[in-house]
């Protein structure tokens, strides 16, 4: 059976977040998001920890440091410091987002959300549901 045609973009989307993910220096969790508008990719973000800050997420006992950003609020950053905005895009993640993301996500106007794996915590998903955000979850992401 053939896919469609924005099935096919949407894997090939979640393809590359996967790749940028591995950008991130986080030992725990590498995950990379993309914004797309118009089929145009207008931002990219992966979690980290902020500018000007050593690249390392875990402290010693191997726990996420509380400051670490995460690869879709980084995403949705770069787009408010740029000329772009996010109203009417599509956020392709690796992972699904957090509810303190979520929140992000629904303020910076963003209508659908793809990613490829549910984070434990579904509480993110639930929320951005009962916004009205158009919600994909895609775990075969092979051509």
């Keep these: 059976m053939l896919e469609n ?22 030992k725990r969790k590498q995950v990379g998001a993309l914004i797309v508008k118009d089929r145009m990719i207008i931002s ?5 920890t902020p500018t000007g800050f ?12 509380w400051y670490v950003l995460h690869a879709e ?5 770069k787009v408010a410091a740029s ?3 996010c109203k009417g895009a599509t956020l392709y993640i690796t992972l699904s987002p957090c509810k303190e993301c979520s ?11 793809v990613y490829h794996e549910a984070y434990k915590d ?3 998903i639930d929320f951005l549901e009962k916004a009205g955000i158009e919600l994909e979850l895609i775990e075969d992401v092979k051509a």
């Design 83 to 85: 000329t772009q905005s």
């Design 44 to 48: 990219d973000g992966f979690n980290g």
């Design 54 to 65: 050593d690249n390392y997420c875990e402290n010693d006992e191997g726990y996420t440091k």
């Design 122 to 124: 579904c509480s993110g």
């Design 73 to 77: 609020a980084n995403a949705i950053l």
């Design 5 to 26: 045609k924005q099935l096919r973009y949407d894997k090939a989307y979640l393809r590359i977040a996967k790749e940028w993910g591995k950008l991130s220096h986080c």
């Design 103 to 113: 929140k992000l996500i629904h303020q910076a106007g963003i209508i659908r959300v």
